[in-house]
């Protein structure tokens, strides 16, 4: 860029080139520190991000502005300031200015692009937000280009008028949430009983963390390589969250793998938290459905009664019937000794995060009854007391 400079202005400065040098050892010692990260970022073999489509740049460009046409009349006006520049008295270092920022639009696309070729793909609409300032800047150029006066205050006006309607009535830019919730994610677990492990996909633990610690909670997430080391060597908790971002599959991660059971699962916009279960730790209990309804129709499930002892955890999971993700209707659980004495009841939401519940002292063998929805499939789990859940 510099060889650029001399090039279009005609003359060597050496105060300038002390300047550029200077700022770029300033930019090499700031980097430096990243560079772990990036080689750890480089091995990875898939990711999350798919290489973009032919016509990826219009659909950036209007994720930039979240409007079509101004990004049109953005793009245009840049164009515009390209074709046509104005002549000011130092028209040689004009030009430069022009040529610096169309080199950065075109570096900012084609590194992330070139990148995506020899490794996982990197190019999305976020990543490439900072060819926003040169296309701003070309865009403000070519309005200052446009050949009258009456005609650049027209069509400034005009993006300001249609940017506020936007942001105030269309967008509901400051209502709407539109960004990944993790400090919703991290108050759900965070107030989940009991306290479990948190663990998260590959570059997530940070994000969790830090509003663990805003949150002035006991828990610390872990990175996946944590729980695959303890799943491996049979010393896991029976009871974990796993958490991540974008696109989450526990079952590819650790359930097909380790075997691990999903039994309950938190989501938020651009997060979810699955609550796994190690069911070499824990005993599926086997439920019998009666033939007798409740006055509201819902289904009644009964269990064997099955010895529990102090501490044990008694895991209530459930399943919304098919199609309906945002399914809500109340589940009943109630505790029985042999005498029919109740011990505990309990209430939660079908397609929830499941109850858990445990007893203070050994009552001997217990039974569960379990009133449920049409169409809802519960799961009763007993988990051993002498397995560690945090």
């Known amino acids: 860029m510099l060889i650029a400079f001399f090039l279009v202005t005609g003359r060597p400065d050496a105060s300038l080139i002390k300047r550029a040098v200077i ?68 028209i040689g270092q004009a ?31 976020r990543n490439t937000i900072m060819v926003v300032p040169p296309l ?99 010393a896991s908790p029976p009871l974990f969250w796993l958490a991540g971002g974008h696109v989450f599959s526990p079952q590819a991660t ?13 989501r938020f916009k651009g997060t979810a938290a699955a609550l796994l279960l190690n069911p070499a730790m824990a005993t599926r209990l086997t439920l019998n459905v009666s033939d007798a309804r409740t006055a509201d129709d819902r289904a009644v499930f009964t269990s064997a009664p099955s010895a529990i002892d102090a501490g044990d955890l008694l895991l209530l999971a459930t399943t919304a019937p098919s199609g309906q993700a945002e399914f809500r209707e109340p589940i009943d659980i109630e505790l029985f000794t042999e005498d029919s004495r109740t011990l505990r009841r309990a209430t939660l939401l079908a397609g929830a995060a499941p109850a858990i519940l445990t007893l203070g002292r050994n009552q001997g063998p217990v039974s569960a009854t379990i009133t449920v929805a049409a169409g809802v499939t519960p799961e009763l789990w007993l988990v051993d007391s002498r397995a560690e859940t945090h």
């Open 136 to 234: 701003i800047l070309l865009a403000a150029y070519g309005l200052a280009s446009l050949p009258r006066l009456w005609l650049q205050r027209a069509v400034g006006a005009a993006v300001l008028a249609y940017s506020f309607y936007l942001l105030f009535f269309s967008l509901e830019y400051f209502d709407r949430v539109s960004k990944n919730q993790y400090r919703e994610i991290t108050q759900a677990m965070n107030a989940y009983e009991p306290t479990l492990p948190v663990y998260t996909l590959p570059f997530n633990a940070n994000k969790y963390n830090v509003y663990f610690e805003q949150q002035n909670s006991s828990l610390v997430a872990q990175e996946i390589d944590e729980l695959s080391t303890l799943l491996q060597d049979d």
């Open 95 to 125: 030009y430069f200015g022009l040529f610096a920022l169309f080199a950065w639009l075109v570096l900012g696309y084609l590194i992330p692009w070139l990148r995506g070729l020899i490794g996982q793909p990197i190019l999305t609409d």
């Open 23 to 90: 700022s770029a050892g300033a930019i090499f010692v700031g980097m430096l520190p990243l560079i772990p990260v990036i080689l750890k970022h480089s091995v990875i073999g898939g990711f999350w991000i798919p290489q973009p489509e032919p016509g990826f740049l219009a659909d950036y460009l209007t994720a930039y502005f979240h409007s079509g046409i101004i990004a049109v009349v953005i793009v245009g006006l840049a164009v515009f300031a390209l074709i046509f520049p104005r002549s000011p008295a130092k």
């Open 254 to 266: 650790v359930g097909e793998q380790y075997g691990m059971v999903e039994v309950g699962r938190y």
